[in-house]
Nanobody, 124 residues
Framework: QMQLAESEGGSVQTGGSLRLSCAAS????????MAWFRQVPGKERERVGA????????VYADSVRGRFTIAQENDKNTLYLRMNNLKPEDSAMYYC?????????????????WGQGTQVTVSS
């Protein structure tokens, strides 16, 4: 079992930066992968990016690649999402997620553990 808790999000202007963190109740080194998703009202939750714990490799959505960075600090049991050059279309509720066993790390259904979400708002 694992509980996840995102840090408070925030409001920034276009071009600004934010860093979200996600504290885990269990050893993140024991995860297979962790990911950040985001969702706006009326739309499906989409994966922003993921990190594979064993080798630290990361994948990102095309819309955020080059602007967002996912990092994992296993000694702190924390997942991070650094967001630079934010755009209004990045405004959403952001969720961290984790998967303990091997398998897909792509869809919402791949992840059994979720945080409660944190709001990010980017104004133009």
């Amino acid at each position: 079992q694992m509980q996840l808790a995102e840090s408070e999000g925030g409001s920034v202007q276009t071009g600004g930066s934010l860093r979200l963190s996600c504290a885990a109740s269990a050893d993140t080194a024991g995860t297979y992968c962790m990911a950040w998703f985001r969702q706006v009202p009326g739309k499906e939750r989409e994966r922003v990016g993921a990190i594979y714990t064993r080798d630290g490799s990361t994948v990102y959505a095309d819309s955020v690649r080059g602007r967002f960075t996912i990092a994992q600090e296993n000694d702190k049991n924390t997942l991070y999402l650094r967001m630079n050059n934010l755009k209004p279309e990045d405004s959403a509720m952001y969720y961290c997620s984790a998967r303990l066993s091997g398998g897909g790390c792509f869809m919402v259904s791949d992840f059994p553990y979720w945080g409660q979400g944190t709001q990010v708002t980017v104004s133009s």
